[in-house]
């Protein structure tokens, strides 16, 4: 049974390029949910998504980030224009019940 | 905003000692999770509770949910080298606001042999 999983692990970026994340939920896992963890803080709630809709998007900054879930293939969150206040760790987790998440590995983005 | 508060936010021991930590809110939440979280890796699920006042047991480790659903508590027995790592908890509003899970910021946990 395979997990969730996220690529890249790692992934580095200059100032003012796209960062895209991408994530593949447990199989049967039709929730899609992004965390952000910064140094010395906790996990922050971005989004939830299901196929093809954002259902909540209340922890995402208003601009340069946005998500998607599409029909076909893994959910992605894209950040554009990327700061160095961006570099995270960002996780990616699924669920079958809202509240049961499982997480991946997650990405680790460094703004160079 | 809800939010959770975790004690101690560090904690080094001996193997072999016992060991409570805490998670605690003002807010009533629907259920809280116990993720552990080791170092350039994701939390993995401990427990869900959801019944207020319920107690699980996997192990070594002991949670407990407050009777009030605004707390939650876990001990470990005997505590090992392999239990180091941090633990989360997580908790779960189904009466709305964000879908997301509200996590405290965790204990580090260290297990000295």
């Known amino acids: 049974n395979a997990g969730v999983m996220q690529n890249p692990r790692h992934l580095v970026r200059r100032r003012g390029q796209e960062a895209r994340l991408r994530c593949s939920p447990m199989k049967g896992h039709s929730h899609v949910y992004w965390y952000r963890q910064l140094p010395e803080e906790g996990l922050k709630f971005m989004v939830y998504?299901?196929?093809?809709?954002?259902?909540?998007e209340s922890g995402m900054p208003k601009e340069r980030f946005s998500a998607e879930f599409p029909k076909e293939g893994p959910s992605i969150l894209r950040i554009q224009q990327v700061v160095r206040g961006d570099s995270a760790a960002y996780f990616c987790?699924?669920?079958?019940?809202?509240?049961?998440?499982?997480f991946g590995p997650g990405t680790r983005l460094t703004v160079t | 905003t809800q939010l959770l508060e975790q004690s101690p936010q560090f904690l080094s021991i001996q193997e072999g000692e016992n060991l409570t930590v805490y998670c605690n809110s003002s807010s009533v939440f629907s259920s809280l999770q116990w993720y552990r979280q080791e170092p350039g890796e994701g939390p993995v699920l401990l427990v869900t509770v959801v019944t207020g006042g319920e107690v699980k047991k996997l192990k070594r480790l002991t949670f407990q949910f407050g009777d009030a659903r605004k707390d939650s508590s876990l001990h470990i027995t005997a505590a090992q080298p392999g239990d180091t790592g941090l633990y989360l908890c997580a908790g779960f509003n189904s009466g709305g606001g964000a879908d997301g899970l509200t996590f405290g910021k965790g204990t580090h946990l260290i297990i000295q042999p």
């Open positions: 998504l299901q196929k093809e809709n954002i259902i909540d």
């Open positions: 987790a699924s669920s079958s019940l809202l509240y049961e998440q499982y």
